[in-house]
């Protein structure tokens, strides 16, 4: 099926690497797509910078910036054009048919990231449905590429109209069937996080790289998986932020941003963000070592919004300050964002120092109860010791008397106010 085809970059001939020329609008996002274009192993050979002041309704970009493309093309022997923009599919067909080569868009470029690191069933499913839905109203364009890929008997036609259609049909089918199978994992999702409704959460966001793995592994002392590509992590891993911490506190690591995310990914990926709406306090995880972080930070920031998280109380960390290694660099890295944190995952000290301050964080917005507990209400003192923080207690004649912190909400689930002194 479609979602599991070849590559949406075409391959180059023997299947080596592709060779590709990429168009961009400005130096830093065509900076950007070179690494998510090495993520996929293709070698960037030669650019186009093509500011648009006015969009060509036909290709995007004007004939000079195409000529000038078609140039380096032949020139660098190249095989296929990226462009750093979302193109609709008459724009992505004749672009391809005025250069001559085939061409990719940014979220096409995207979504085959995500193909090849979806590795869990949800993550997977989640792919293959974005995949599908970016593929559907391009489908004639693509079938192309595949044909290349697979090469074809000298002097076929192509696919031809009528299997487009029966292919146009198979793959609504497809994603209709996707779409259920979504429905069902987010339930069990649901079933999850009703299990963890009683404890606190705090989750990890930030653009993609930023480093949010490493980060999570350094707070809660796990192994989850961190490496140091673009969305290495696609799922959304739960740890115990500190096991003696009293209520129970989990860290949520969550899928990376990055500008340009393809709608079709974020509507996929939905059941997996909704964790930021669960979450009780975010970490805005900035790579403060990348020259534009600040463009970055703003990225995420966007996309908070956009997901109606915006209000939730964040921590902003400034990750990576091991890489900072002039004080002017981390001045610059300061004036990202006022009042964040600078930290290094790396550095341990530096790691309890944040992880402190999360804990600082809940405690600040429990409120300091005291009561007497008698002895015949064990389940009681049971659920004070697992959610709340006690700061004394002794034992009396009619029961124990605790000093506590204790969020409201468990303080009126336990009816404390009962046991008051």
């Known amino acids: 099926m479609l979602e599991n085809a070849e590559s949406l970059l075409p391959l180059a001939p023997m299947g080596a690497p592709p060779r590709v020329v990429t168009i961009g609008l400005e130096e830093n996002s065509l900076n950007e797509l070179d690494m998510l274009l090495s993520t996929l192993g293709a070698n960037p050979v030669s650019r186009v910078l093509a500011p648009v002041r006015k969009v060509n309704p036909a290709t995007y970009i004007g004939k000079g910036k195409i000529e000038e493309a078609r140039r380096l093309l032949e020139e660098k022997g190249a095989d296929a054009v990226i462009i750093d923009v979302e193109l609709s599919p008459n724009q992505l067909r004749n672009l391809e048919k005025a250069l001559g080569k085939p061409t990719v868009d940014r979220p096409g470029v995207i979504i085959e990231i995500f193909s090849r690191h979806a590795r869990t069933k949800e993550s997977k499913t989640q792919v293959a449905l974005a995949r599908l839905q970016y593929l559907l109203p391009r489908l004639a364009h693509f079938w192309t590429h595949f044909e290349r890929q697979r090469g074809g008997a000298p002097g076929s036609r192509g696919m031809g109209e009528k299997q487009i259609e029966v292919d146009r049909r198979l793959v609504k089918n497809r994603i209709s069937v996707l779409r259920g199978r979504l429905e069902a994992i987010e339930k069990e999702r649901q079933v999850q996080r009703a299990g963890r409704k009683d404890v606190l959460k705090v989750a990890l966001v930030g653009y993609t790289n930023a480093g949010k793995s490493t980060l999570l592994n350094a707070l809660t002392h796990s192994a989850v998986r961190a490496e140091n590509k673009l969305f290495a992590t696609l799922d959304a891993s739960v740890r115990a932020l ?88 981390r001045i610059r890295a300061k004036a990202i964002a006022p009042g964040a944190i600078l930290v290094s995952a790396l550095d341990e000290p530096e790691v309890v120092q944040l ?38 207690a002794r034992h009396l004649e009619k029961g124990t008397f605790y000093r506590v912190r204790i969020e409201d909400s468990w303080a009126r689930r336990l009816g404390l106010a009962r046991f008051k002194t």
């Not at 007497?372 to 923080?389: G, I, K, N």
Request: hydrophobic fraction near 40%.
């Open 242 to 329: 500190d096991p003696h911490s009293h209520p129970p506190i989990v860290a949520i690591d969550t899928v990376g941003f990055i500008s340009n995310l393809p709608h079709s990914l974020v509507a996929s990926f939905r059941s997996t963000l909704e964790e930021l709406e669960e979450a009780d306090l975010l970490l805005h995880v900035v790579d403060a070592s990348h020259p534009q972080a600040r463009e970055q930070f703003e990225v995420t920031e966007r996309v908070l919004a956009e997901l109606k998280v915006e209000e939730k109380p964040r921590i902003t960390v400034l990750n990576k300050a091991d890489l900072l290694t002039r004080p002017a660099d």
């Open 355 to 392: 992880r402190e301050k999360v804990l600082a964080h809940f405690k600040g917005n429990m409120e300091i109860w005291e009561l007497v507990v008698p002895y015949s209400e064990s389940r009681l003192d049971a659920m004070l010791h697992q959610h709340s923080s006690i700061e004394s």
